[in-house]
């Protein structure tokens, strides 16, 4: 079995119990800043893009450019998320993307016109981190905490730039040890990847 597989195979058995119990206060309140910042508004023809590693590809069909569909969307926290919002709002036009792929913020940004930009997205949810540690300690990626900080808030403020009335949704990237992938070798440097994207919010 893969890495991505295995990544895929530990979040499914572990976590897409307590994520689809969530009701979407909940799933929304997550995203909140601890500074204060207000909740997002979903507002009527709203376009929603979900961006991030192989945690929010999850399976996705990476031929399909369908928005609200279930090969596009994926499997995991996307797929549930936009089952929500859909239920929740449904006379609001929501146009749902997923475009997560098994990458860092660097290649991010490579792929970032296409992937991003061209959707115009009026809310968009980044979830990238993890792979900028992860690979670090398995295959050889010489990336540092200050690559990932610069590279990220350089791709934050290019997205503002084009996207000026954009609404961002930064997610802590996350690891629980004790699984295959993630040991004590990967705190405490981990948590400074965690807390950089609250220094953006």
């Not at 797929?79 to 993307?97: C, D, E, F, R, V």
Request: glycine share 6%; proline share 3%; net charge positive.
């Amino acid at each position: 079995m893969n890495k991505s597989s295995t990544r895929r195979n530990f979040i499914k058995n572990a976590a897409i119990g307590s994520l689809a119990s969530l009701a979407l206060p909940e799933i929304v309140s997550a995203a909140i800043a601890e500074n204060g910042t207000k909740k997002i508004n979903i507002d009527k023809n709203d376009i929603i893009l979900f961006q991030g590693d192989s945690i929010t590809d999850w399976g996705r069909d990476h031929n399909k450019n369908i928005p609200n569909d279930t090969g596009t969307l994926g499997t995991g926290y996307v797929l549930i998320t936009t089952a929500q919002l859909l239920l929740k709002y449904p006379a609001n036009n929501l146009l749902i993307y997923n475009k997560g792929i098994w990458h860092k913020v660097y290649q991010l940004a490579e792929r970032w016109d296409t992937d991003a930009l061209n959707i115009k997205p009026t809310i968009l949810s980044i979830h990238i981190g993890v792979n900028d540690f992860w690979h670090t300690l398995t295959n050889g990626y010489t990336g540092t905490i200050e690559n990932y900080i610069t590279d990220y808030h350089a791709l934050l403020d290019r997205t503002k730039k084009a996207l000026p009335n954009v609404k961002l949704v930064i997610c802590e990237p996350f690891a629980v040890k004790g699984v295959k992938a993630a040991d004590d070798k990967w705190y405490p440097t981990f948590n400074l990847f965690r807390k950089s994207g609250k220094r953006y919010c």
